[in-house]
């Protein structure tokens, strides 16, 4: 992890008169990060993101990207931001060409042909160009979205549920993307999302929210390490196999029972433990099957959050 | 500054509801301009019927000066409604399209986009009334060729002389551009609040009614505070085809509109800085 901080964010809030949207918030994003931002709705992860942009201006607290003070500063840090807020809109009476030309031309980006042309083959709309944008499917606006968001070649790229809607396709070819961005154009990612996969197979940090407030932060590695996790072990007989849980020290981790399918909650260590202990005793043990994902980690998180 | 306000004015000018004033104001244009070419002459002499028994008139007054005053008069009042089309929807209407998110996410300042939209606004409001000159004034020149002006002001009826004209009616056209460009600050001002294009339009709409009916009514009050209501001053480029013209109450008319204009820009422009963008 590089140390260069890219967001310091110190006891954000936002109130809309009494409901409290975001809550005394800390956040850290480092240089080359794809920092994850889950939360469930209404957790405050759309008010953040619309903060980061100075288009919601916080109740208290302070916003530094790059270094500076995003309210002293921002024209000079937006030219160094990509984002795309929450789901695409664009002028709808205009080309795909001539949306990226103007967003482009604002942000002071190289707007020539060429410029234009190597954005919309990124995303995969170089043959669709001419088009109005009102023709477009909500996918192909997705992908203008993220077109727009990197015309200016941005050095910090904020994306707010970039792939909803997107059929799984599309999720793929957006998540690729964002490796791609991440790894060989060393961008720094913020990405709120509500598809956890999608942000454990991508993100290297993450944070969870919930009611405007941060519950968990770190990186994703040691945020699923520190929990247990279900696997289910398929078995030939699953009778014989609880008798011989039962009487193991893992009979406080069985936790269910479906078929062939025994499910117990383990530690990461426990489960090749687990699998020899049952071969030596003669199971057959035909699959392991971790169930555990951060979609449990946040469930629980977020449920503990809400007690 | 340059490039915002020329992307503004390339939006405005790619949305159909721009063309509706100019296509209004030709077609209105044309049908009076075909109406009177066919019936002028009846219309005329109705015009001076107690006047060609004293007098005898001789030259062209039924000719493209005659024709482009009726119709500055007869139009004007239903041109705001063209302008506030455009003016409510150049902030509401990026709201409604939820385009405010790619917008103001650029490293152009809320002030600069704000005033790059007024000023894009001012610069279809003022092409719509060249429209209006070339089309009225213009057009019905070539048909109805030039002559003397024939207007009734203050009760009397005044002749102007052919070469006497042309100013007149360039002066009466800015002034005219100075009038709507108050009722195009009007819904610029009602199209920062809200996040719906048809408000402003009813909005300013509804406040040039209320201030017209409130100056009709003969009440002295109501008459005694006329001259405060901005659509008072509105109608002043009629006073250009006054003899003498009265430059003095021309130039406070125009202060007044002016001094709204900017008045109603600055407080739209700092509720538009001081705004969440939440659509």
Known sequence: ?307 | MITLISIELYKIFKKWRTYIGFIAIGLLTIIVQVALYFTGDAYLKSMTHGLSNSFVMVGNLFNGYLIANLVLMGLFVHIPFLIVLVGGDLLAGEATAGTYRILLIRPASRNKIVSAKFIAGIIYTFLLLVWLAVISLGVSLIIFGSGELLVFSGGKIVIFAANDILWRFICAYAYAALSMSTVFAFSFLFSSLVENAIGPIVATMAVIIIFLILSAIPVDFLQNIREYFFTSHMIQWNEFFADPVNYKEILNSALILASHIIGLYIISAYLFIKKDILS
């Open chain 1, 1 to 307: 992890m590089n140390s260069e901080q890219v967001i310091e964010v110190r006891g954000l809030t936002k109130k809309f008169h009494d409901v409290v949207a975001v809550n005394n918030l800390d956040l850290n994003v480092y240089r080359g990060d794809v920092f994850g931002f889950l939360g469930p709705n209404g957790a405050g992860k759309s008010t953040t993101i619309r903060m980061l942009l100075s288009l919601i201006k916080p109740s208290a607290g302070d916003i530094k990207i790059f270094g500076k003070p995003l309210k002293q500063n921002r024209q000079e840090i937006m030219t160094k931001i990509g984002a795309i807020v929450e789901k695409p809109d664009f002028y709808l009476y205009l080309s795909a060409y001539k949306n990226l030309e103007i967003l482009g031309r604002i942000s002071g980006a190289d707007t020539s042909n060429k410029k234009i042309m190597e954005m919309l083959e990124l995303v995969g709309l170089e043959k669709r160009y001419k088009s109005k944008v009102k023709t477009f499917s909500h996918g192909m606006k997705q992908r203008l979205g993220l077109a727009q968001a990197l015309i200016h070649d941005p050095e910090l790229i904020i994306l707010d549920e970039p792939t909803t809607g997107l059929d799984p396709q599309g999720m793929k070819e957006i998540r690729d993307l964002i490796i791609y961005l991440s790894s060989a154009k060393n961008k720094t990612i913020f990405l709120s999302s509500h598809i956890l996969r999608e942000v454990e197979i991508i993100a290297s940090r993450m944070i969870i929210i919930n009611k405007g407030a941060t519950q968990v932060e770190g990186t994703v590695d040691d945020l699923l390490k520190s929990d247990k996790v279900s696997v289910t072990f398929e078995v030939d007989n699953s009778e014989t196999t609880l008798k011989l849980v039962n009487d193991s020290k893992w009979k406080e981790s069985y936790k269910s029972t479906s078929k062939n399918e025994i499910v117990f909650e383990l530690g990461k260590n426990e489960i090749p433990e687990l699998n020899r202990y049952l071969n030596d005793k003669g199971v057959s043990v035909s699959a392991v099957i971790p169930v555990r994902s951060l979609e449990d980690y946040f469930l629980k998180i977020t449920e503990g959050g809400d007690k």
